[in-house]
């Protein structure tokens, strides 16, 4: 297509692109836009048995995997090690430079005041503390061509912030929750190993893609149902018709620290809503 959207999601660790976008990633990627995943640590805490450089390669593997079954284009993993993401000028220079070279139109990372895992508060604020920088300051990261326009940015609720953030936009992944699932399932070392690990419940990860569908739709339900809170945000998006038979969505808060869309602006960025 001509005016093909450029997405970035950027969030703290490998498989958090996948189980909080995933979806609209993926129908993005089916509508013919550009999509591209960033991770700001390489995971390297994010097992219970294997650790090091090994670690680190795998997890790069299961999400390129991810990458490829979801339709994004590209997936980039930074070398900063899981628990000890640090917002300083590096990291806020490497994303701007993400940002720019991927000529995003929108920025899809965390809320930078959440209660959960310390890296994605700070994958927050680090994004937060870059947005001033993104469009129109060429004298900031120079090497780097600056845009022309600020992307919109979107915070995605994390899993210790779904109880206060606001569903500005609420978007119906059902016709492609077969390419998140499948999305998580490539990232094998967390949604079978390390987490249920974690959880209690290594014992009962099953074999098989469709054992492992059921797992995974029990086990994350909280990451994939709609939840009471969304409601009002599909109705107004899909009319009540639509909006009741929805069972999977992925919801997004419009940040404080950018702007918001008119409802002209929506029509274009989120495509999916207006078909």
Known sequence: MTNALQIIVIAAHPDEPEIYAGGTAALYAEMGHNVKFVSLTNGDCGHFQMSGKELIERRKQEAYEAARRLGVLE???????????????????????????????????????????????????????????????????????????????????????????????????????????LGCDAHASQFYEFAPWQRG???????????????????????????????????????????????????FEVADYGRSPTDEEKKILFPMLFR
Do not use: C
């Open 75 to 181: 997936y980039t993993l930074l070398d900063v090690a899981d628990g000890q993401l640090t917002n300083d000028y590096g990291i806020r220079a490497e994303v701007i430079r993400q940002i720019r070279g991927w000529k995003a139109d929108v920025v899809i990372s965390f809320h930078p005041d959440g209660p959960g895992h310390v890296d994605n508060r700070t994958a927050g604020k680090i994004v937060r503390d870059t947005a001033d920088f993104i469009a129109m300051v060429p004298n900031a990261v120079p090497e780097a061509p600056h845009l022309t326009k600020s992307p919109l940015f979107l915070l995605m609720p994390d899993y210790a912030k779904r109880g206060t953030y606001k569903p500005d936009i609420v978007i119906d992944v059902g016709s492609v929750v077969e390419k998140k699932l």
């Open 201 to 251: 419940f290594l014992d009962q990860v099953p074999e098989g893609w469709e054992l492992r569908r059921e797992y995974l739709l029990k086990g994350w339900d909280t990451f994939l149902k709609v939840s009471k809170e969304m409601i009002p945000t599909l109705i107004a998006s899909y009319g009540e018709d639509i909006a009741n038979k929805v069972s999977y969505a992925e919801p």
